[in-house]
């Protein structure tokens, strides 16, 4: 059974202070694995989405990593505007559309 | 602009009587699909669809049809709903990338249920 594991539950931070997320995966043949942010009461908003092994993405204080194991979002310096749930999933195989959500990390940024 | 329109986006029913959740898409989409999301439980998909009249079952199908008769438009259908089923749910679309590889989805906006 495909498993998609995220750590920390949660994670309060310092603006300022750096850290990163972690997603951990069990499945066969990944096809590819997609970051989110979600706010609360709305729906999930596309960061990025990795492929294979070795890649990485970045976007402003975001930078998303994969290995065959997991992937690494990490956030420098962030600010309270980057408080937020982090949602990773993953697509595998065939099944074309099908996406198997890690559960998030809530993501706090205290000034 | 693009974007992923679900309605109604609150809806308090009773146990029992029949209700339909739309979503629609402008984006051409060939995959659409739908999730719920319940604390401590994550986003679970329940059913998604490959294009017209192809739909297939995800993680939490019990209680639960979709129908796919035009690529836009892809409603959830709850023929007898019960309390278990109070949720937010949220509908996403996606299109087919290159290599046999899903681009990114885009989410509707989320419609909460309360069945009492």
């Known amino acids: 059974e495909d498993q998609v594991t995220q750590s920390p539950e949660a994670l309060r931070l310092q603006e300022g202070e750096s850290s990163s997320l972690n997603c951990s995966y069990t499945?066969?043949?990944?096809?590819?694995l997609f970051w989110y942010r979600q706010d609360p009461g709305k729906g999930p908003e596309f960061l990025f989405t990795?492929?294979?092994a070795g890649e990485e993405k970045e976007k402003e204080r975001l930078k998303a990593t994969l290995t065959k194991k997991e992937s690494f979002l990490h956030i420098t310096a962030p600010k309270p505007e980057d408080s937020a749930t982090y949602l990773c999933a993953v697509q595998v195989g065939t099944s074309y559309g099908k996406l198997t959500f890690g559960q998030g990390t809530i993501l706090t940024v205290h000034p | 602009e693009a974007q992923v329109t679900q309605n109604p986006r609150y809806l308090i029913t009773v146990t029992g009587k029949k209700l339909t959740v739309t979503c629609s898409q402008n984006m051409n989409h060939e995959y659409m699909s739908w999730y719920r999301q319940d604390p401590g439980l994550g986003l679970r998909q329940i059913y998604y669809s490959m294009n017209v009249e192809v739909t297939d079952k995800g993680d939490v199908p019990e209680g639960y049809k979709v129908s796919r008769k035009e690529k836009r438009n892809f409603p959830l259908i709850l023929e007898s709903p019960s309390p278990n089923q109070t949720s937010l749910y949220f509908c996403?679309?996606?299109?087919?990338?290159?290599?046999?590889?899903?681009?990114?989805?885009?989410f509707g906006q989320g419609t909460r249920l309360t069945v009492v």
């Open positions: 499945v066969s043949g990944l096809r590819g």
């Open positions: 996403a679309s996606s299109s087919e990338g290159t290599g046999g590889f899903n681009t990114e989805a885009f």
């Open positions: 990795l492929y294979s």
